[in-house]
């Protein structure tokens, strides 16, 4: 690669592992977000504190001076009503880079989301065409996941020669999600509670639901892949193409404690209008393009939650999470709940 990698988003939890998985490989990156960056002992990487939309940045992408822009920069709070903001920020801004992009003839490869298919009807995995059958699903389900559809739509209706990549991420989570809040990964929340508290609580009406979870890892390391051998210009699914339930995770989180034991806090769910009660990708079409990406089972999802698991029992862990404390951390405040025993099988892992 001639020129760096520009990384969009790179303070955020997905943006700052896609910078790592880069530099570890050698390759040369500027790492930029609004937000104040640090990659310490990381010498490939250059960071520059700036908005994404910033005609500056914008206008180094259209010179050539990237060899691809991985764009992950996003609000992404499911809970954010500012529409204007969002669409500006989701749709306008990135569609602007793509441009920029095709101008200079640089690979533009940008976070979509499972969010866009909103209910599905029937629990089969859900392909990309997906999106345009009702029968199927229901479509996006709030604003979020609105504005990445308008995107995914925007891109795919280019006729340009621009090399592209939208990747529909599921579920991702794993080490680094606590400047989230609320809006970290429902997996990391539960690990986090049954490190610190040995409770895990889940909205009453969801145990049955089951989610795509997709180790971070993954994602950067696919990520680089389509860096090292870009693929056919689309909008691909990523994710690990499982629905494990909570009910399942539940009893991960039972199984990892010491004990074997966790309490099981079931509160109102208030957002079952827009809760996704089931996800799972197809994962076939990405597959074929990109056919040494490693095949996960839920084996390897149990494996990855173990080890972040471990990660948030670490007393340094456990201090920047109580300096968060005031801070919101779910969108499922402990209220009135019904405590239920959890305790851990000793058959192992069971699907709910």
């Known amino acids: 690669m001639n020129g760096p990698v520009l990384v969009t988003g790179a303070a955020g939890f997905i943006g700052g592992h896609i910078v790592r998985t880069l530099a570890r490989e050698g390759i040369k990156v500027l790492a930029t977000d609004s937000r104040s960056l640090s990659f310490p002992a990381l010498d490939a990487v250059r960071t520059l504190r700036i908005d994404v939309g910033d005609p500056a940045l914008v206008d180094r992408v259209r010179a050539g001076e990237f060899t691809a822009v991985l764009h992950q920069a996003a609000i992404s709070d499911t809970l954010d009503r500012r529409w204007p903001l969002i ?35 029937r629990k089969d995995p859900v392909s990309e065409e997906a999106v345009n059958d009702p029968s199927w699903c229901t479509g996006p389900l709030n604003p979020y996941a609105k504005s990445k559809l308008m995107l995914d739509v925007a891109m795919l209706e280019r006729s340009d020669d621009l090399q592209w990549v939208g990747l529909r991420y599921t579920n991702v989570f794993g080490p680094g999600e606590f400047h989230k809040g609320h809006a970290a990964s429902m997996l990391f929340k539960m690990l986090l509670s049954t490190a610190e508290l040995g409770q895990v609580e889940l909205f009453s009406d969801t145990l049955a639901a089951a989610r795509d979870w997709v180790p971070v890892a993954h994602v950067a390391e696919t990520t680089l892949r389509i860096l090292q051998n870009p693929i056919c210009a689309g909008v691909y699914n990523l994710g690990s193409g499982h629905a494990i339930s909570f009910s399942s995770l539940a009893q991960w989180c039972a199984d990892f404690r010491h004990d074997g034991h966790i309490e ?64 919101p951390t779910s969108s499922n405040s402990f209220g009135s709940c019904r405590p239920v025993s959890c305790r851990s099988r000793p058959q192992g892992i069971q699907e709910g």
């Open 87 to 121: 669409e500006h920020t989701n749709v306008t801004v990135p569609f602007q880079l793509a441009q920029a992009c095709a101008t200079s003839e640089t690979l533009f490869v940008y976070a979509s989301s499972a969010s866009v298919y909103g209910s599905i009807k």
């Open 264 to 327: 099981l806090a079931l509160t109102p769910n208030f957002v079952s209008a827009y809760y996704q009660y089931w996800t799972c990708a197809e994962m076939a079409a990405l597959r074929s393009k990109v056919p040494d990406l490693p095949v996960l089972d839920i084996n390897d999802i149990y494996l990855a939650a173990k080890e972040l698991y471990v990660y948030l029992e670490k007393s340094d862990v456990h201090r920047e999470s109580n300096e968060n404390r005031n801070k």
